[in-house]
Nanobody, 126 residues
Framework: QVQLVESGGGLVQAGGSLRLSCADSGGTGNNYLMGWFRQAPGKEREFVAAITSSAVSTYYADSVKGRFSISRDNAKNTAYLQMNSLKPEDTATYFC???????????????????WGQGTQVTVSS
């Protein structure tokens, strides 16, 4: 059973960096696609980044390309989101997700992901 727990959120000034972690406490997610989404107050949840099980392929939303980097350490059952050059508009609750090996859409859409963490808050001050 995939069980995801995010950590690493917090308050940072614009231009700063944070690294989010997503640990799979169930220890079963190494063969699955992992993704990060975010949801700002009053807005829909949106795709941020995704990484395949082997880490060969990564995908990013245009709004974060060149600033964010997704990675994973399968030995630690953990995925990461390194966020640099943060902007106030990056403020949101960030969720990690796994597709659990079930292919039901592209990596960019929520319905591809069947397991979700509880979210971690990122606040970027101007």
């Amino acid at each position: 059973q995939v069980q995801l727990v995010e950590s690493g959120g917090g308050l940072v000034q614009a231009g700063g960096s944070l690294r989010l972690s997503c640990a799979d406490s169930g220890g079963t997610g190494n063969n699955y696609l992992m993704g990060w989404f975010r949801q700002a107050p009053g807005k829909e949840r949106e795709f941020v980044a995704a990484i395949t099980s082997s880490a060969v392929s990564t995908y990013y939303a245009d709004s974060v390309k060149g600033r964010f980097s997704i990675s994973r350490d399968n030995a630690k059952n953990t995925a990461y989101l390194q966020m640099n050059s943060l902007k106030p508009e990056d403020t949101a609750t960030y969720f990690c997700a796994s597709d659990g090996g079930i292919l039901s859409g592209t990596v960019y859409v929520e319905r591809r992901y069947h397991y979700w963490g509880q979210g971690t808050q990122v606040t970027v001050s101007s």
